[in-house]
């Protein structure tokens, strides 16, 4: 079940909001990225770039604030009436200066469909009306500009639209490559800034020395080609077909990374072309890429317009000189299917070959969860790995060769990890200090030694390689005691080596037994098995790890506990509501088994209509306990049970900031008898717990009061369970 999230691109840690952004924050932002681009990309810039900065910073400085309020706008046309800035006053003559200067002009006829996105619905109104008799009003805006593009000539509809209140954006290309070269992706505005001024997110604060990212101009340009067009596929799939039209004229990348965006561009733009129907055009884009997923796709559409011979060649090629090994098992896998006899593949072999537990249904919504608890109650450890656990050993056991040594260097505040690492070239720069660490293995007191100083160094710095959790030392250490070491050694060699595609698709459960460590993947039905997972698998198995799949079946479990809870509250969600009453009940073996009720002081007001809805008064909580006074009653009450309530986020998200509030974590599967109904009894008007008590016959004699509601919904989640279980009449 693990996810392949990729923390290389949120390796920011949330931090306290900070005070209000200065009034000019955007032209400081802009003038830190032109600063930081003229002093590390000198080489890499043109005269006409260079010249382009020093007639930017000749403007007046107000002219410069506007240009770079457009720059941070959506779009290149630009309508004086809709601006408003009020800390640059009038506009008009700013607009002039910088038409002066050549950094906006009068829009042309080629600029007709950015006019029409650029108009509102009214304004396109009436602009068709004269030429359209009859036109509905109640057309969409995209029809009334399909509607313009027909009636309206580009001359016209500039002279009508107000021309001399339009202007358009000049340089635009320009000023995203100097983000470009700053961000090393393509950035349509200077939002990162603000995020970070904000306190939002905040980048590293390694004191890294920050260099280059492209060592000359044709470097950073091929980079460039293939990023802008990624970012065009991204923003507007319906270029696809223009884009694809373009790929003759691909440049041959000279640099691995400049590749690897190829590759995704390729990927991305034949899938694109799929599902447009372009099967023969989406064929020659995977032709162009070398990654897995395009020589994947491409052996797949050979063999769907029937030529086999050529998929067996690719497939034979692939086969004796695989680039990886997910390509290795991909072509293994055709290959022996398409050509071999072979019925199933081996992602679907590895998947019936699992071993099967079986745990209650009502866990469904957590599975890794449930199946860990799963594995605790037979006696076994079990701790949630997945992807984190390699990372944070690999980031913590190489910090300093990561983000403080010499040849560490980032080149930008808001880079992830260093070029070297995603570059491939980890091991070979750092191969003295790898060495030394991976020694470390072998002698675990100073292994740890070495982790905690490294943590408590550097607890919570952002970087981009692993998240900082405050019980991942507990599983690390755990993991650490029972692994053996040339296991551990293999899979971090792996990561030295290509991190890149080494970081992702690793087993969702870490176990350890009386054997020792073992790695599984959680599967429940309708999951499927991914390639990288059975990569991953395979490499874990390779490095002498248990590592498999173990696959769940749901079931109805006669000893699972519920506890259904009702809770009362001072209004509807959100921070300033707060829980007048809690009423649960306990389920075992298909009965009510014990009983929880307490009224709560909120400390707070009890609104007039609350009041007359539950008849909780201010007077009946004044002497009551506050909910830090029973926290612990009603946590031991619940104990491991999974809990119950109607319409159950509700209840739970009040039960759950309460413990919030106290610091406390409230964590326990849940249940809705609510959604249970409409799934397992259809065809009912209402599905309110009145509703359904009423058309089941189940006493409410106190609507809304907490333990009135509980003992209604536990009834209703008997009539669940039933259902689940078959016993229930159809």
């Known amino acids: 079940m693990s996810s392949d999230t990729d923390l290389d691109q949120t390796h920011w840690a949330p931090v306290r909001r900070r005070a209000p952004l200065p009034t000019h924050y955007y032209q400081q932002h802009f003038e830190e990225v032109l600063a930081f681009v003229e002093d590390r990309y000198a080489h890499v810039l043109s005269p006409d770039e260079s010249a382009l900065l020093e007639s930017f910073r000749a403007l007046p400085v107000d002219a410069r604030r506007l240009y770079v309020r457009l720059v941070n706008r959506k779009g290149r046309l630009f309508d004086t009436a809709r601006l408003r800035y009020a800390e640059l006053g009038d506009l008009r003559p700013l607009v002039a200066c910088l038409a002066a200067g050549g950094w906006v002009a009068p829009p042309g006829a080629e600029h007709a469909d950015e006019l029409l996105a650029l108009l509102t619905r009214a304004e396109l109104n009436r602009l068709l009306r004269p030429r359209v008799p009859g036109m509905s009003r109640s057309l969409k805006k995209g029809e009334l500009v399909a509607l313009a593009a027909t009636h309206c000539d580009p001359d016209t509809l500039l002279a009508e639209a107000g021309s001399g209140r339009l202007f358009v954006q000049q340089h635009l290309d320009a000023i995203r490559f100097l983000l470009f070269l700053y961000f090393g992706r393509v950035e349509d505005s200077l939002a990162p800034f603000t995020m970070r001024d904000l306190g939002i997110v905040r980048p590293h604060d390694h004191k890294a020395a920050y260099e280059a990212r492209f060592a000359d101009r044709a470097e950073a340009r091929e980079h460039w080609y293939f990023a802008v067009r990624l970012h065009a596929l991204k923003n507007d799939p319906a270029r696809a077909a223009a884009l694809a039209d373009e790929v003759p004229a691909w440049p041959e990348p000279e640099h691995a990374a400049a590749a690897r965006d190829r590759d995704r561009l390729a990927a991305r733009l034949g899938r694109a072309l799929e599902r447009d129907g372009n099967a023969t055009q989406a064929l020659a884009v995977y032709r162009s890429g070398e990654s897995t997923p395009c020589v994947e796709r491409t052996v797949r559409l050979l063999l769907a317009s029937e030529q086999r011979d050529e998929a067996r060649r690719f497939l034979e090629r692939c086969l004796e000189d695989p680039r990886n090994d997910e390509e290795a098992l991909m072509a293994e896998d055709l290959y022996a299917r398409r050509f071999g006899g072979k019925r199933t593949s081996r992602l679907t072999d590895e998947l019936r070959g699992a071993a099967v537990i079986e745990l209650d249904e009502s866990l469904s919504g957590a599975p890794e969860r449930a199946a860990a608890a799963h594995f605790e109650s ?353």
Request: charged share 25%; glycine share 8%.
């Open 378 to 730: 037979h006696g076994i450890r079990a701790f949630r790995s997945e992807n984190g656990l390699w990372r944070t050993l690999f980031g913590l056991l190489f910090w300093d060769e990561l983000f403080t040594a010499p040849g560490a260097a980032l080149h930008s505040p808001f880079d992830a990890v260093p070029a070297t690492l995603m570059g491939g070239d980890f091991r070979q720069a750092n191969r003295a200090a790898v060495d030394a660490a991976l020694a470390l293995l072998d002698d675990p007191p100073a292994l740890r030694r070495r982790l905690l100083k490294t943590s408590t160094g550097h607890y919570g710095r952002p970087n981009g390689v692993f998240r900082w959790r405050r019980s991942m030392l507990d599983t690390l250490f755990a993991f650490l005691d029972h692994a053996p070491a040339a296991a551990v050694r293999a899979v971090l060699e792996n990561l030295c080596a290509d991190y890149r595609r080494s970081r992702y698709g690793y087993p969702d459960l870490l176990l350890i037994d009386g054997d020792g460590v073992r790695f599984v993947e959680i599967k429940t039905e309708g999951d499927r098995l991914r390639r990288t997972q059975l990569v991953r698998l395979e490499q874990l198995r390779a490095a002498g790890f248990r590592a498999d799949v173990v696959r769940v079946q749901w079931i109805l479990d006669p000893a699972q506990e519920y506890v259904v809870v009702d809770v009362e509250t001072t209004g509807g969600r959100g921070e300033r509501h707060r829980v007048t009453e809690i009423g649960a009940v306990k389920v075992r073996g298909g009965r009510i088994v014990d009983r929880f009720q307490t009224l709560l002081n909120p400390e707070r007001a009890i609104p007039g209509n609350i009041v007359r809805l539950t008849g909780i008064t201010p007077a009946m909580v004044a002497d009551a306990p506050v909910f830090a006074d029973v926290a612990d009653a009603f946590a031991a009450f619940m104990g491991d049970a999974i809990f119950v309530a109607h319409n159950v986020e509700f209840d739970y998200g009040f039960v759950a900031g309460e413990f919030e509030r106290l610091g406390r974590r409230f964590r326990h599967a849940k249940l809705c008898t609510c959604a249970s109904m409409r799934k397992l009894y259809p065809g009912h008007a209402s599905y309110s717990l009145g509703a359904l008590c009423e058309a089941f016959g189940i006493p409410l004699r106190q609507h809304h009061r907490a333990l009135c509601d509980a003992e209604a919904a536990a009834e209703l989640l008997l009539l669940v369970n039933e259902r689940r279980a078959g016993a229930a009449p159809a």
